[in-house]
């Protein structure tokens, strides 16, 4: 059966960086857009960016833009999010999401992602 397992989240002051990683398993990864979403105690699920199944098209949330960046590598079926500049408005748990779809957008905000992993807490401190 298809998993992913996320990785890499922690405890970090504001400025700070963190890097999530996903492994993915029983995939045929490259045919499956990727992306990362996160969800904070009392809100909405958000999705914070994805990535086409080659990598070349990229989505981010307009709250990350400029600070993560998603990349994937489709050799060793793993998703990445490099977080930067990080602040206390960005704890939440982080998940990593794939969705079937060899071609076309692969917009977390729009998309309905299929797999999911099982979370990774990222906690940013003032």
């Known amino acids: 059966a298809e998993q992913l397992a996320e990785s890499g989240g922690g405890s970090v002051q504001a400025g700070g960086s963190l890097r999530l990683s996903c492994a993915a398993s029983?995939?045929?990864?490259?045919?499956?857009?990727m992306a990362w979403f996160r969800q904070a105690p009392g809100e909405e699920r958000e999705g914070v960016a994805a990535?086409?199944?080659?990598?070349?098209?990229?989505y981010y949330a307009d709250s990350v833009k400029g600070r993560f960046t998603i990349s994937r590598d489709n050799v060793t079926n793993t998703l990445y999010l490099q977080m930067n500049s990080l602040k206390p408005e960005d704890t939440a748990v982080f998940y990593c999401?794939?969705?079937?779809?060899?071609?076309?957008?692969?917009?977390?905000?729009?998309?309905?992602?299929?797999?999911w992993g099982q979370g990774t807490q990222v906690t940013v401190s003032s």
């Open positions: 999401a794939a969705l079937r779809r060899p071609v076309g957008s692969c917009s977390p905000r729009t998309l309905p992602y299929t797999y």
């Open positions: 029983e995939f045929t990864y490259r045919r499956y857009c």
């Open positions: 990535i086409s199944t080659g990598g070349g098209a990229l």
